[in-house]
Protein backbone atom coordinates (compact mmCIF):
# COMPACT_ATOMS: atom_id res chain seq x y z
CA UNK A 1 0.00 0.00 0.00
CA UNK A 2 1.58 3.79 -0.44
CA UNK A 3 2.39 5.00 2.75
CA UNK A 4 1.63 8.44 1.55
CA UNK A 5 -2.06 8.09 0.56
CA UNK A 6 -5.32 7.54 2.58
CA UNK A 7 -6.81 3.97 2.27
CA UNK A 8 -10.19 3.63 0.33
CA UNK A 9 -12.15 3.04 2.79
CA UNK A 10 -10.59 6.47 4.72
CA UNK A 11 -11.80 8.52 1.72
CA UNK A 12 -14.98 7.16 1.51
CA UNK A 13 -15.71 8.41 5.30
CA UNK A 14 -14.54 11.63 4.37
CA UNK A 15 -16.79 12.05 1.36
CA UNK A 16 -19.67 10.79 3.83
CA UNK A 17 -18.77 13.43 6.45
CA UNK A 18 -18.14 16.39 3.70
CA UNK A 19 -21.88 15.30 2.23
CA UNK A 20 -23.29 15.37 5.61
CA UNK A 21 -21.82 18.43 7.42
CA UNK A 22 -22.85 20.25 3.61
CA UNK A 23 -26.27 19.97 4.91
CA UNK A 24 -25.28 22.54 7.68
CA UNK A 25 -22.98 24.61 6.95
CA UNK A 26 -20.97 27.82 8.22
CA UNK A 27 -24.23 29.75 8.36
CA UNK A 28 -25.75 27.22 10.69
CA UNK A 29 -23.28 26.65 12.80
CA UNK A 30 -23.14 31.02 13.24
CA UNK A 31 -26.22 31.35 13.87
CA UNK A 32 -26.41 28.80 16.78
CA UNK A 33 -23.04 30.26 18.23
CA UNK A 34 -25.00 33.64 18.01
CA UNK A 35 -28.23 32.71 19.25
CA UNK A 36 -26.64 30.88 22.10
CA UNK A 37 -27.75 27.63 21.06
CA UNK A 38 -26.48 23.91 20.52
CA UNK A 39 -25.09 22.28 17.23
CA UNK A 40 -26.75 19.22 19.25
CA UNK A 41 -28.51 18.16 16.13
CA UNK A 42 -25.64 17.84 13.65
CA UNK A 43 -23.93 15.82 16.67
CA UNK A 44 -26.65 13.84 17.26
CA UNK A 45 -26.63 13.29 13.29
CA UNK A 46 -23.12 12.58 13.24
CA UNK A 47 -23.43 9.94 16.06
CA UNK A 48 -26.39 8.15 13.83
CA UNK A 49 -24.03 7.35 10.85
CA UNK A 50 -21.48 6.02 13.22
CA UNK A 51 -19.05 9.21 12.30
CA UNK A 52 -18.41 10.28 15.91
CA UNK A 53 -18.05 6.03 16.95
CA UNK A 54 -15.66 5.46 14.09
CA UNK A 55 -12.37 4.61 16.40
CA UNK A 56 -14.40 2.76 19.30
CA UNK A 57 -13.58 -1.00 19.47
CA UNK A 58 -15.81 -2.70 17.21
CA UNK A 59 -17.42 -4.85 20.16
CA UNK A 60 -18.76 -2.26 21.57
CA UNK A 61 -20.44 -0.87 18.68
CA UNK A 62 -17.42 1.55 17.31
CA UNK A 63 -16.12 1.34 13.52
CA UNK A 64 -12.95 -0.54 15.21
CA UNK A 65 -10.91 2.04 13.27
CA UNK A 66 -8.47 4.41 14.32
CA UNK A 67 -7.53 8.12 15.52
CA UNK A 68 -6.66 8.35 11.69
CA UNK A 69 -10.40 8.33 11.01
CA UNK A 70 -11.72 9.73 13.59
CA UNK A 71 -9.78 12.92 12.87
CA UNK A 72 -10.94 12.57 9.40
CA UNK A 73 -14.29 12.79 10.82
CA UNK A 74 -13.22 16.06 12.84
CA UNK A 75 -11.38 17.42 9.68
CA UNK A 76 -14.19 17.26 7.25
CA UNK A 77 -16.73 19.02 9.54
CA UNK A 78 -14.15 21.79 10.18
CA UNK A 79 -13.78 22.43 6.43
CA UNK A 80 -17.55 22.57 6.17
CA UNK A 81 -17.20 25.75 8.33
CA UNK A 82 -18.69 23.44 11.11
CA UNK A 83 -15.63 22.98 13.93
CA UNK A 84 -17.15 20.62 17.18
CA UNK A 85 -14.72 20.62 19.72
CA UNK A 86 -16.25 18.49 21.93
CA UNK A 87 -14.49 15.79 18.93
CA UNK A 88 -11.29 16.39 19.95
CA UNK A 89 -12.41 15.86 23.92
CA UNK A 90 -15.35 13.27 24.26
CA UNK A 91 -14.60 10.38 21.48
CA UNK A 92 -11.08 11.26 21.49
CA UNK A 93 -9.38 11.95 24.63
CA UNK A 94 -11.99 10.04 26.85
CA UNK A 95 -13.07 7.05 24.43
CA UNK A 96 -9.61 6.47 24.03
CA UNK A 97 -8.50 6.29 27.93
CA UNK A 98 -11.55 4.02 28.78
CA UNK A 99 -10.77 1.82 25.94
CA UNK A 100 -7.69 1.53 26.82
CA UNK A 101 -7.09 1.50 30.50
CA UNK A 102 -10.98 1.29 31.98
CA UNK A 103 -12.37 -1.95 33.55
CA UNK A 104 -14.41 -4.07 31.74
CA UNK A 105 -17.58 -2.80 33.61
CA UNK A 106 -16.34 0.89 32.67
CA UNK A 107 -15.43 0.37 29.36
CA UNK A 108 -19.69 -1.75 29.17
CA UNK A 109 -20.67 1.22 30.72
CA UNK A 110 -19.15 3.83 28.48
CA UNK A 111 -18.20 2.78 25.16
CA UNK A 112 -21.53 2.20 23.43
CA UNK A 113 -22.58 5.68 24.52
CA UNK A 114 -19.14 7.26 22.79
CA UNK A 115 -19.91 4.62 19.56
CA UNK A 116 -22.97 6.19 18.79
CA UNK A 117 -22.22 9.86 20.54
CA UNK A 118 -25.38 9.45 23.17
CA UNK A 119 -23.02 9.96 25.79
CA UNK A 120 -20.58 13.24 26.14
CA UNK A 121 -17.78 13.40 28.32
CA UNK A 122 -15.65 16.81 28.74
CA UNK A 123 -11.84 16.31 29.84
CA UNK A 124 -9.97 18.81 32.29
CA UNK A 125 -6.43 19.13 33.11
CA UNK A 126 -5.75 22.68 32.80
CA UNK A 127 -5.78 24.58 36.12
CA UNK A 128 -5.76 28.05 37.12
CA UNK A 129 -2.33 27.87 39.06
CA UNK A 130 -0.50 25.46 37.21
CA UNK A 131 -1.77 26.35 33.62
CA UNK A 132 0.78 24.61 31.47
CA UNK A 133 3.14 22.98 34.04
CA UNK A 134 0.83 19.77 34.34
CA UNK A 135 2.83 18.42 37.48
CA UNK A 136 1.79 21.55 39.35
CA UNK A 137 -1.90 20.11 39.24
CA UNK A 138 -3.25 20.10 42.66
CA UNK A 139 -6.74 18.70 42.23
CA UNK A 140 -6.82 15.64 44.42
CA UNK A 141 -8.65 12.66 45.42
CA UNK A 142 -8.46 11.13 48.65
CA UNK A 143 -9.60 8.05 50.29
CA UNK A 144 -12.74 7.98 52.35
CA UNK A 145 -13.74 4.07 53.04
CA UNK A 146 -14.56 2.80 49.53
CA UNK A 147 -15.33 6.73 48.11
CA UNK A 148 -13.35 9.17 46.96
CA UNK A 149 -13.21 12.55 47.89
CA UNK A 150 -12.50 15.02 44.95
CA UNK A 151 -11.30 18.83 45.65
CA UNK A 152 -9.93 21.49 43.22
CA UNK A 153 -10.26 23.74 40.66
CA UNK A 154 -9.57 23.58 36.66
CA UNK A 155 -10.19 26.15 34.12
CA UNK A 156 -11.49 26.56 30.31
CA UNK A 157 -12.56 23.33 30.37
CA UNK A 158 -14.45 23.12 26.86
CA UNK A 159 -18.27 21.97 27.06
CA UNK A 160 -19.70 21.07 30.06
CA UNK A 161 -23.10 21.98 29.77
CA UNK A 162 -23.28 19.49 27.06
CA UNK A 163 -21.59 16.90 28.72
CA UNK A 164 -23.00 14.12 30.87
CA UNK A 165 -19.43 14.01 32.76
CA UNK A 166 -16.12 15.05 32.95
CA UNK A 167 -12.81 13.59 32.89
CA UNK A 168 -10.83 14.94 35.57
CA UNK A 169 -7.07 14.58 36.06
CA UNK A 170 -6.33 14.73 39.55
CA UNK A 171 -4.02 12.96 42.31
CA UNK A 172 -3.92 10.35 44.59
CA UNK A 173 -1.82 10.20 47.64
CA UNK A 174 0.36 6.75 47.72
CA UNK A 175 -1.13 5.35 50.82
CA UNK A 176 2.52 3.85 51.49
CA UNK A 177 4.63 6.87 50.76
CA UNK A 178 2.67 9.50 50.90
CA UNK A 179 3.58 10.59 47.40
CA UNK A 180 0.76 11.91 44.94
CA UNK A 181 0.75 10.82 41.70
CA UNK A 182 -1.99 11.18 38.91
CA UNK A 183 -4.92 9.50 38.70
CA UNK A 184 -8.19 9.89 36.55
CA UNK A 185 -11.55 10.16 37.77
CA UNK A 186 -14.92 10.37 35.77
CA UNK A 187 -16.95 13.01 37.48
CA UNK A 188 -21.13 13.55 36.39
CA UNK A 189 -21.65 16.64 35.63
CA UNK A 190 -24.77 16.84 38.49
CA UNK A 191 -22.68 15.23 41.46
CA UNK A 192 -23.01 17.50 44.69
CA UNK A 193 -20.18 19.21 45.37
CA UNK A 194 -19.30 19.88 41.34
CA UNK A 195 -19.95 23.47 40.53
CA UNK A 196 -19.34 24.83 37.22
CA UNK A 197 -19.37 28.62 35.90
CA UNK A 198 -19.13 29.64 31.99
CA UNK A 199 -15.91 32.12 31.23
CA UNK A 200 -17.19 35.01 29.27
CA UNK A 201 -15.08 33.92 25.83
CA UNK A 202 -14.56 36.14 22.28
CA UNK A 203 -15.27 33.06 20.28
CA UNK A 204 -17.93 32.27 17.82
CA UNK A 205 -19.15 28.95 19.09
CA UNK A 206 -21.47 26.68 20.19
CA UNK A 207 -19.20 25.12 22.54
CA UNK A 208 -18.31 26.89 25.96
CA UNK A 209 -15.37 27.33 28.16
CA UNK A 210 -15.83 26.67 32.06
CA UNK A 211 -14.46 27.15 35.51
CA UNK A 212 -14.87 23.80 37.38
CA UNK A 213 -15.00 23.60 41.40
CA UNK A 214 -15.21 20.67 43.27
CA UNK A 215 -15.65 20.91 46.64
CA UNK A 216 -14.94 17.27 48.68
CA UNK A 217 -17.29 15.48 45.79
CA UNK A 218 -18.06 12.08 46.51
CA UNK A 219 -17.66 9.34 44.09
CA UNK A 220 -17.64 5.49 44.34
CA UNK A 221 -14.42 3.36 43.79
CA UNK A 222 -15.57 2.74 40.06
CA UNK A 223 -15.24 6.80 39.10
CA UNK A 224 -11.77 6.26 39.55
CA UNK A 225 -10.50 4.99 35.83
CA UNK A 226 -8.71 1.45 35.20
CA UNK A 227 -6.22 0.75 37.95
CA UNK A 228 -4.89 2.84 40.76
CA UNK A 229 -1.11 4.08 39.79
CA UNK A 230 -2.22 4.06 36.27
CA UNK A 231 -2.30 7.44 35.66
CA UNK A 232 0.47 9.04 34.05
CA UNK A 233 0.53 6.30 31.07
CA UNK A 234 -3.43 7.07 30.87
CA UNK A 235 -2.72 10.70 30.31
CA UNK A 236 -0.05 10.32 27.56
CA UNK A 237 -2.79 7.67 25.75
CA UNK A 238 -4.97 10.79 25.78
CA UNK A 239 -2.77 13.67 25.04
CA UNK A 240 -1.34 12.15 21.34
CA UNK A 241 -4.92 11.73 20.16
CA UNK A 242 -5.72 15.34 21.45
CA UNK A 243 -3.17 17.24 19.01
CA UNK A 244 -3.73 15.27 16.25
CA UNK A 245 -7.52 15.73 16.56
CA UNK A 246 -6.08 19.78 17.50
CA UNK A 247 -4.58 19.76 14.38
CA UNK A 248 -7.40 18.11 12.41
CA UNK A 249 -9.39 20.75 13.91
CA UNK A 250 -6.99 23.41 12.61
CA UNK A 251 -6.41 21.82 8.90
CA UNK A 252 -10.04 21.77 8.54
CA UNK A 253 -10.76 25.36 9.27
CA UNK A 254 -7.68 25.95 7.41
CA UNK A 255 -9.38 24.89 3.97
CA UNK A 256 -12.65 26.42 4.94
CA UNK A 257 -10.88 29.76 4.70
CA UNK A 258 -9.02 29.26 1.63
CA UNK A 259 -11.72 27.89 -0.04
CA UNK A 260 -13.77 30.70 0.58
CA UNK A 261 -10.40 32.74 -0.47
CA UNK A 262 -10.13 31.09 -3.91
CA UNK A 263 -13.57 31.10 -4.72
CA UNK A 264 -13.90 35.27 -4.21
CA UNK A 265 -10.48 35.98 -5.81
CA UNK A 266 -11.88 34.43 -9.11
CA UNK A 267 -15.03 36.31 -8.75
CA UNK A 268 -14.57 39.75 -7.68
CA UNK A 269 -13.10 42.32 -10.01
CA UNK A 270 -11.88 45.50 -9.48
CA UNK A 271 -9.69 46.69 -11.79
CA UNK A 272 -11.09 44.53 -14.93
CA UNK A 273 -10.19 41.33 -14.10
CA UNK A 274 -10.55 39.09 -11.51
CA UNK A 275 -8.80 39.97 -8.08
CA UNK A 276 -6.59 36.53 -7.90
CA UNK A 277 -4.64 37.44 -11.02
CA UNK A 278 -2.67 39.77 -8.96
CA UNK A 279 -0.37 37.92 -7.82
CA UNK A 280 -0.17 39.66 -4.78
CA UNK A 281 -3.15 38.15 -3.80
CA UNK A 282 -2.43 34.53 -5.69
CA UNK A 283 0.87 33.82 -3.61
CA UNK A 284 -0.29 34.11 -0.08
CA UNK A 285 -3.19 31.75 -0.96
CA UNK A 286 -1.08 29.06 -2.63
CA UNK A 287 1.73 29.23 -0.02
CA UNK A 288 -1.23 28.91 2.41
CA UNK A 289 -2.07 25.75 0.25
CA UNK A 290 1.27 24.29 0.59
CA UNK A 291 1.33 25.15 4.12
CA UNK A 292 -2.14 23.54 4.73
CA UNK A 293 -1.18 19.94 2.77
CA UNK A 294 2.14 20.08 4.57
CA UNK A 295 0.45 20.44 8.30
CA UNK A 296 -2.28 17.93 6.80
CA UNK A 297 0.89 15.12 5.85
CA UNK A 298 2.40 15.46 9.28
CA UNK A 299 -1.21 14.90 11.04
CA UNK A 300 -1.74 11.54 9.13
CA UNK A 301 1.94 10.33 9.87
CA UNK A 302 1.19 11.11 13.82
CA UNK A 303 -2.15 9.58 13.39
CA UNK A 304 -0.72 6.34 11.77
CA UNK A 305 2.15 6.33 14.41
CA UNK A 306 -0.60 6.41 16.80
CA UNK A 307 -2.44 3.86 15.53
CA UNK A 308 0.62 1.47 14.75
CA UNK A 309 1.31 1.54 18.51
CA UNK A 310 4.27 3.68 18.50
CA UNK A 311 3.85 6.33 21.38
CA UNK A 312 6.90 7.95 21.74
CA UNK A 313 7.36 8.42 17.98
CA UNK A 314 3.89 9.52 17.74
CA UNK A 315 4.02 12.24 20.49
CA UNK A 316 6.76 13.76 18.42
CA UNK A 317 4.82 13.81 14.99
CA UNK A 318 1.66 15.13 16.90
CA UNK A 319 3.06 17.97 18.60
CA UNK A 320 4.40 18.95 15.06
CA UNK A 321 1.43 18.58 13.17
CA UNK A 322 -0.38 20.53 15.97
CA UNK A 323 2.21 23.16 15.18
CA UNK A 324 2.10 23.39 11.96
CA UNK A 325 -1.69 23.10 11.50
CA UNK A 326 -2.47 25.86 14.32
CA UNK A 327 -0.04 27.96 11.73
CA UNK A 328 -1.16 27.84 8.49
CA UNK A 329 -4.77 27.98 10.11
CA UNK A 330 -4.22 31.23 11.88
CA UNK A 331 -2.44 32.44 8.34
CA UNK A 332 -4.46 31.12 5.86
CA UNK A 333 -7.30 33.63 7.84
CA UNK A 334 -5.74 36.37 8.25
CA UNK A 335 -4.60 36.12 3.75
CA UNK A 336 -8.23 35.33 3.53
CA UNK A 337 -9.68 38.26 4.72
CA UNK A 338 -7.04 40.30 3.31
CA UNK A 339 -8.61 38.72 -0.27
CA UNK A 340 -11.87 39.44 0.75
CA UNK A 341 -11.30 43.60 1.48
CA UNK A 342 -13.88 45.28 3.55
CA UNK A 343 -16.41 41.88 3.33
CA UNK A 344 -13.18 40.21 5.56
CA UNK A 345 -14.71 41.46 8.19
CA UNK A 346 -18.97 41.41 7.76
CA UNK A 347 -20.41 38.46 9.26
CA UNK A 348 -22.24 37.21 6.17
CA UNK A 349 -18.68 36.11 4.83
CA UNK A 350 -18.07 34.05 8.09
CA UNK A 351 -14.22 34.76 8.05
CA UNK A 352 -13.84 37.51 11.07
CA UNK A 353 -15.24 35.01 13.68
CA UNK A 354 -12.52 32.20 12.30
CA UNK A 355 -9.33 34.70 13.69
CA UNK A 356 -10.51 33.72 17.73
CA UNK A 357 -11.12 30.33 16.38
CA UNK A 358 -7.79 29.48 14.79
CA UNK A 359 -6.17 31.92 17.47
CA UNK A 360 -7.05 29.29 19.87
CA UNK A 361 -5.34 26.27 18.23
CA UNK A 362 -1.98 28.27 18.92
CA UNK A 363 -2.55 27.84 22.64
CA UNK A 364 -5.03 25.07 23.35
CA UNK A 365 -4.78 22.07 23.86
CA UNK A 366 -0.48 22.74 24.29
CA UNK A 367 0.77 25.94 23.52
CA UNK A 368 3.07 26.53 20.71
CA UNK A 369 5.98 27.92 23.05
CA UNK A 370 5.33 24.69 25.10
CA UNK A 371 5.89 22.34 21.61
CA UNK A 372 8.71 24.47 20.37
CA UNK A 373 10.12 23.36 23.76
CA UNK A 374 9.05 19.79 23.24
CA UNK A 375 10.87 19.85 20.03
CA UNK A 376 13.87 21.61 21.20
CA UNK A 377 14.37 19.04 24.33
CA UNK A 378 13.66 15.64 22.67
CA UNK A 379 14.48 15.97 18.74
CA UNK A 380 17.12 18.55 19.00
CA UNK A 381 18.62 17.14 22.27
CA UNK A 382 19.10 20.72 23.71
CA UNK A 383 19.08 21.66 27.66
CA UNK A 384 15.85 21.99 29.26
CA UNK A 385 14.63 25.78 29.43
CA UNK A 386 12.77 26.25 32.34
C1 LIG B 1 -10.80 27.59 23.54
C2 LIG B 1 -10.09 26.82 24.60
C3 LIG B 1 -10.57 25.57 24.99
C4 LIG B 1 -9.93 24.84 25.98
N1 LIG B 1 -10.46 23.63 26.37
C5 LIG B 1 -9.85 22.93 27.37
C6 LIG B 1 -10.41 21.69 27.83
O1 LIG B 1 -11.46 21.24 27.34
N2 LIG B 1 -9.78 21.03 28.84
C7 LIG B 1 -8.64 21.51 29.42
O2 LIG B 1 -8.12 20.86 30.33
N3 LIG B 1 -8.09 22.70 29.02
C8 LIG B 1 -8.67 23.41 28.02
N4 LIG B 1 -8.13 24.61 27.60
C9 LIG B 1 -6.95 25.15 28.29
C10 LIG B 1 -5.68 25.08 27.46
O3 LIG B 1 -5.23 23.76 27.36
C11 LIG B 1 -4.65 26.03 28.13
O4 LIG B 1 -5.12 27.35 27.94
C12 LIG B 1 -3.25 25.86 27.57
O5 LIG B 1 -2.72 24.61 27.93
C13 LIG B 1 -2.30 26.97 28.07
O6 LIG B 1 -2.35 27.08 29.47
P1 LIG B 1 -2.62 28.52 30.14
O7 LIG B 1 -3.80 29.14 29.47
O8 LIG B 1 -2.67 28.36 31.62
O9 LIG B 1 -1.36 29.40 29.75
P2 LIG B 1 -0.01 29.57 30.58
O10 LIG B 1 0.54 28.23 30.96
O11 LIG B 1 -0.22 30.58 31.66
O12 LIG B 1 0.96 30.17 29.47
C14 LIG B 1 0.86 31.55 29.08
C15 LIG B 1 1.90 31.80 27.99
O13 LIG B 1 3.21 31.55 28.50
C16 LIG B 1 3.88 30.63 27.68
N5 LIG B 1 4.77 29.78 28.48
C17 LIG B 1 4.47 29.20 29.68
N6 LIG B 1 5.52 28.48 30.10
C18 LIG B 1 6.49 28.58 29.15
C19 LIG B 1 7.82 28.06 29.01
N7 LIG B 1 8.35 27.24 29.90
N8 LIG B 1 8.51 28.39 27.90
C20 LIG B 1 7.98 29.22 26.96
N9 LIG B 1 6.73 29.74 27.06
C21 LIG B 1 6.00 29.43 28.13
C22 LIG B 1 2.79 29.80 27.02
O14 LIG B 1 3.23 29.21 25.83
C23 LIG B 1 1.72 30.86 26.78
O15 LIG B 1 2.02 31.55 25.58
C24 LIG B 1 -8.75 25.36 26.60
C25 LIG B 1 -8.27 26.61 26.20
C26 LIG B 1 -8.92 27.34 25.22
C27 LIG B 1 -8.37 28.69 24.82
Same mark, same amino acid.
Given at each position: ?17 ? !?? %? ?8 ? #?? *? =?? /?????? &? ?117 ? !?? %? ?8 ? #?? *? =?? /?????? &? ?131 ? *? ?69
Amino acid at each position: MNPYAESAERVALRKAVA !DL %AAGYGRGYFS #ER *A =RA /GEKTTD &LWADMGKHGYLGVAVPEEYGGGGGGIGDLAAVCEELATAGCPLLLMVVSPAICATVIARFGTDEQKQRWLPGFADGTRTMAFSITEPDAGSNAHKITTTGRRDGDDWLLTGRKTYISGV !DE %AESVLVVART #ED *A =RT /GRLQPA &LFVVPTDAPGFEWKPIAMDLLSPERQFTLFFDDVRLPANALVGAEGAGIAQLFAGLNPERIMAASFSTGLGRFALRRATEYVKTREVFGAPIGSHQALAHPLAQSHIEIELARLMTQRAAALYDAGDDAAAGE *AANMAKYAAAEAACTVVDRAIQAHGGNGLASEYGLASLLAATRAGRIAPVSREMVLNFVAMHSLGLPKSY
